[in-house]
C-alpha cells in the first residue's frame, strides 16, 4: 500500500514514525508553508516538513492544497490511502476521491464531542475529565466523517493543552495502523456520528485568553490549563505601590481552599490569592509580557506584591487608562 500524509503540527508526528516503520510505503507528505515566527520573524517550516526531511521523506509546501498543480502532484504519487493529521486546511472532494482506499483523519477528541478547530483545549476549558482521539473518514463538512477507532486519555487535575496534545499524539499510531490494516483487508467497521451529541470547538484567537474575574475560579483554572501555551490566559497587574500596570500570561494556577467569599473579584487577599466571582485562584506561574516564565512568588517579591492589589480584566484595564487619560501607565505590555 502506497500512503500520503498531509499534516503540519508535531501532532501528528508520532504517526509518522508508525508510517515510516510498518510494512507500506509512505510517498510523499504534504504541509503548509514555512510561516515567520519568534522575534526576528524568520521563516520556520512546520513539524512535518522537520520530521521529512530528517527522515529523507519528500514533503511539499502547499499553500492552497486544492490548485491545480497541487492536485496533480498528489495524483502523481499514485498512492492507495491519504492519511491527514491537523492539516490546516480544507481538501477538496477531487483529493480525497483519487485515493481508492480512502481518506482518513486523526481527530483529537473523543467524537462527536469537541468537532472543530481546537478541540484540545476545548475538553480542558470545559473541565472534561477525559479525552482521545477518533479516526474518522475525511468528508466535505467538518469533521462529520465516519468512525473507524477511538482511544482515550485521562485529563489530569494539572495537564494542560500542551500536556494533552503530547499525551493525544502518543497513543495515536497504534490505533491508526490497525485501521490502516482492517481497510486494506476489508474489515474496517464504519460508525455514523450521532449527531445529537455534537459540540463545537471553535478556532481560538488571541482574546479568548483575557480573563473575566467575575467567573468561578474553577472556570478560570481550566482556562489557564486549555490555553497554555497558546494563547495563553492573560491579565492586567496593578500595583499600589509602584502606580503601574504589568501584563501577564498566567502559566499555571489552583483553586485556593478560602474562606467565605469576601472583596471585589480581581483583588488579592491577605495571601496573595486572587477574589473571583466565586472561590479564589492561586497563582503558581506566570510569563511578564516580554519576560520569562517565572514563579508567582518571585514576581510577588520583584513588584512588591500587596494585599488589596488589583488583577484587572484585559478590557477594563484599557477602559480606565483611556478614562485617566495616562495616569494608569501599564509597564510591559504586548
Known amino acids: 500500500m502506497r500512503i500520503v ?3 503540519s503540527s508535531d501532532f501528528g508526528l508520532c504517526c509518522l514514525d508508525a508510517l515510516r516503520d510498518c510494512e507500506y510505503e509512505l510517498v510523499k507528505c504534504f504541509t503548509q508553508p514555512a510561516h515567520k515566527a519568534g522575534r526576528g520573524r524568520k521563516p520556520r517550516s512546520t513539524a512535518v516538513a522537520g520530521w521529512a526531511d530528517g527522515n529523507g521523506v519528500a514533503c511539499v509546501e502547499a499553500e492552497n492544497i486544492n490548485t491545480a498543480d497541487m492536485v496533480q502532484a498528489i495524483a502523481d504519487c499514485k498512492a492507495d490511502l491519504l492519511v491527514v493529521i491537523a492539516f490546516g486546511q480544507k481538501i477538496s472532494d477531487e483529493i480525497i476521491n483519487m485515493f481508492e ?8 477528541s473523543l467524537l462527536p464531542r469537541w468537532r472543530g478547530a481546537a478541540p484540545v483545549n476545548a475538553a480542558v476549558v470545559a473541565g472534561d475529565s477525559e479525552s482521545g482521539i477518533t479516526i474518522i473518514t475525511v468528508v466535505d463538512k467538518m469533521d462529520a466523517g465516519l468512525m473507524l477507532a477511538k482511544a482515550s486519555c485521562a485529563i489530569g487535575p494539572d495537564d494542560t493543552a500542551g500536556s494533552m496534545y503530547k499525551k493525544l499524539g502518543d497513543i ?3 490505533p491508526l495502523m490497525d485501521v490502516i490494516r482492517q481497510i486494506e483487508n476489508g474489515q474496517a467497521v464504519y460508525e455514523e456520528q450521532d449527531v445529537s451529541l455534537v459540540t463545537r470547538a471553535k478556532k481560538m484567537k488571541k482574546a479568548d485568553g483575557y480573563i473575566d474575574w467575575s467567573q468561578e475560579a474553577e472556570a478560570i483554572n481550566n482556562k489557564v490549563r486549555g490555553y497554555w501555551p497558546w494563547p495563553g490566559v492573560k491579565a492586567d497587574y496593578f500595583s499600589g505601590k509602584t502606580n503601574k500596570c504589568y501584563r501577564v500570561t498566567i502559566a499555571k494556577s489552583r483553586v485556593a481552599e478560602s474562606a467565605e467569599q469576601t472583596g471585589q473579584y480581581g483583588l488579592l487577599d491577605e495571601n496573595l490569592h486572587v477574589i473571583c466571582g466565586k472561590g479564589r485562584l492561586e497563582i503558581i506561574e506566570l510569563k511578564p509580557a516580554g519576560g520569562r516564565l517565572m514563579n508567582y512568588k518571585d514576581f ?3 513588584r512588591g506584591l500587596e494585599p488589596g492589589d488589583i488583577f484587572m480584566a484585559i478590557e477594563e484595564a484599557k477602559s480606565l487608562r483611556k478614562k485617566e487619560k495616562g495616569e494608569y501607565p501599564i509597564s510591559n505590555t504586548e
Open 172 to 174: 495515536s499510531p497504534q
Open 300 to 302: 510577588a517579591n520583584g
Open 101 to 108: 482506499l480512502g481518506a482518513i483523519n486523526v481527530h483529537g
Open 5 to 7: 500524509f498531509f499534516g
